[in-house]
């Protein structure tokens, strides 16, 4: 009876904790903008948010995709770390490691991006309009533009974005694994909530890789600026709490999370 009794306990307050970090990372959300529009524009802020998507975009797709195409010969091959617990679980893959970015990651954002492409000469005109109109403060210069939606001048541009799509896919394989390895470490059950960790290891995983190339091709290849890379850590967990709390809360899933 206890142990159904903590079970639930616990599961209670989880769901309060959903609860208020959604309210939280809302709120923060509405504060990046605030402080965006007050020390640049507001539209400096939706050239942010156009950025950041643009750059972890292909994080997302394999995040997603390592759960679609998982499955199989866990990574960990059943070990224990020297605590004696497992070094990752049964739910981290192989197959869903290997595959999820190379079958689902990188292919879909190669297709989202080869429109961006064919798209870019009628696209282009609304920063150059917004450029001359002197509506941007912090982003003021065509080239950032260029680079988030298409990897920069062609052809070097093509191979950027290439480098970029690799490196943020991967490194969001590697950073749901490290967040896995931490999970494990605090002794977190398989499929219980690791709140803040579970939203935001690949993201981390994803700008860090991301970052690699830069050292290899300084003035083609950038690294996401502190905005960016601000955003993108309030972004990226408010998309997964607030879209698990509105299923929550329409009855489309048991828990928010």
């Not at 605090?186 to 190339?213: E, H, M, T």
């Not at 600026?225 to 299923?247: M, Q, R």
């Amino acid at each position: 009876m206890s142990t159904h009794s903590d079970k639930s306990d616990n599961k209670s307050r989880n769901i309060k904790f959903a609860k208020i970090l959604t309210v939280i990372f809302m709120s923060l959300l509405l504060l990046n903008f605030l402080i965006i529009s007050v020390l640049f524009t507001w539209s400096d802020w939706v050239a942010t948010l156009i950025f950041s998507m643009l750059f972890i975009v292909p994080a997302y797709f394999s995040n997603a995709g390592m759960v679609i195409v998982g499955g199989g010969k866990p990574l960990d091959r059943g070990k224990n770390w020297r605590d004696g617990r497992r070094i990752l679980g049964d739910h981290k893959t192989v197959s869903g490691f290997v595959k999820g970015p190379l079958f689902i990651g990188i292919p879909l954002s190669c297709a989202l991006f080869l429109l961006f492409i064919v798209l870019w000469p009628a696209i282009q005109q609304i920063p150059i309009t917004g450029i001359e109109l002197g509506v941007y403060k912090l982003y003021s210069d065509i080239f950032y533009y260029k680079y988030y939606f298409i990897g920069g001048p062609f052809p070097i541009g093509i191979l950027m974005l290439g480098f970029r799509i690799i490196f943020c896919s991967y490194g969001a394989a590697f950073g749901d694994l490290a967040g896995s390895f931490l999970k494990r470490r605090f002794n977190i059950k398989s499929g219980a909530p690791f709140w803040v960790i579970d939203q935001l290891d690949f993201a981390v995983g994803a700008i860090i890789f991301a970052s690699i190339p830069a050292l290899f091709f300084p003035g083609f290849y950038i690294i996401p600026d502190i905005y960016i890379i601000i955003f993108l850590l309030i972004l990226t967990p408010s998309v997964s709490l607030i879209a698990n709390t509105i299923a929550y809360l329409t009855k489309l899933k048991d828990v928010p999370w």
